[in-house]
T-cell receptor, first 113, second 110 residues
Framework: DVKVTQSSRYLVKRTGEKVFLECVQD?????MFWYRQDPGLGLRLIYF???????EKGDIPEGYSVSREKKERFSLILESASTNQTSMYLC????????????FGQGTRLTVV | QQPVQSPQAVILREGEDAVINCSSS?????VHWYRQKHGEAPVFLMI?????EQMRHEKISASFNEKKQQSSLYLTASQLSYSGTYFC???????????FGGGTRVLVKP
């Protein structure tokens, strides 16, 4: 079974802190994604990566950056956390492109105070 | 632009049927359906491709009307395990980013 693991289920951070959300997948997938999930807004794409060291902006990249140094690991970075970044963050991976099944992690609920 | 899902929420009794719609203002190449149970990761149900057939996952089926730019998910003879939030994701053209709708919360009661 494909497993996508996010390092934390819950995080509480202070405004202005630099925050790292880590995601690891164990199926050698080429593509990895970071989504933000908010009630009524569904899943919104922050960044995605289709190869090591490659990254592309999604629909809401402002205030975020990403890092993919190894194929299995995709990190989301909040350079200076703000309260409007309080949300559920979901990581996903897929073997193929956009037209293929994505496997999601269980999410990290981040609260910025 | 996000696709619009309707209804936003539905409550069913076990054994009842329901339909969830996903509509886009743009032409669609494919529609993806996922279900997320409370506290769990979203799980893939099916992909419908332009010109493709109706798809099925257990007793859940879906159709894709390209002309109407709309997909419908049919929950037939619903089971308690069908409870969760259903998301559609749309792909405007092959290789384009997937854009998800706001979700439809489904609660199936005994």
């Amino acid at each position: 079974d494909v497993k996508v693991t996010q390092s934390s289920r819950y995080l509480v951070k202070r405004t202005g802190e630099k925050v790292f959300l880590e995601c690891v997948q164990d199926m050698d997938h080429e593509n990895m994604f970071w989504y933000r999930q908010d009630p009524g807004l569904g899943l919104r794409l922050i960044y995605f990566s289709y190869d090591v060291k490659m990254k592309e902006k999604g629909d809401i990249p402002e205030g975020y950056s990403v890092s993919r140094e190894k194929k299995e690991r995709f990190s989301l970075i909040l350079e200076s956390a703000s309260t409007n970044q309080t949300s559920m963050y979901l990581c996903a991976s897929s073997l193929g492109g956009w037209g293929t099944e994505a496997f999601f992690g269980q999410g990290t609920r981040l609260t910025v105070v | 632009q996000q696709p619009v899902q309707s209804p936003q929420a539905v409550i069913l009794r076990e054994g009842e049927d329901a339909v969830i719609n996903c509509s886009s203002s743009k032409a669609l190449y494919s529609v993806h359906w996922y279900r997320q149970k409370h506290g769990e990761a979203p799980v893939f149900l099916m992909i419908l491709l332009k010109g493709g057939e109706q798809m099925r996952h257990e007793k859940i089926s879906a159709s894709f009307n390209e002309k109407k730019q709309q997909s419908s998910l049919y929950l037939t003879a619903s089971q308690l395990s069908y409870s969760g939030t259903y998301f559609c994701g749309t792909e405007g053209a092959a290789g384009n980013k997937l854009t998800f709708g706001g979700g439809t919360r489904v609660l199936v009661k005994p």
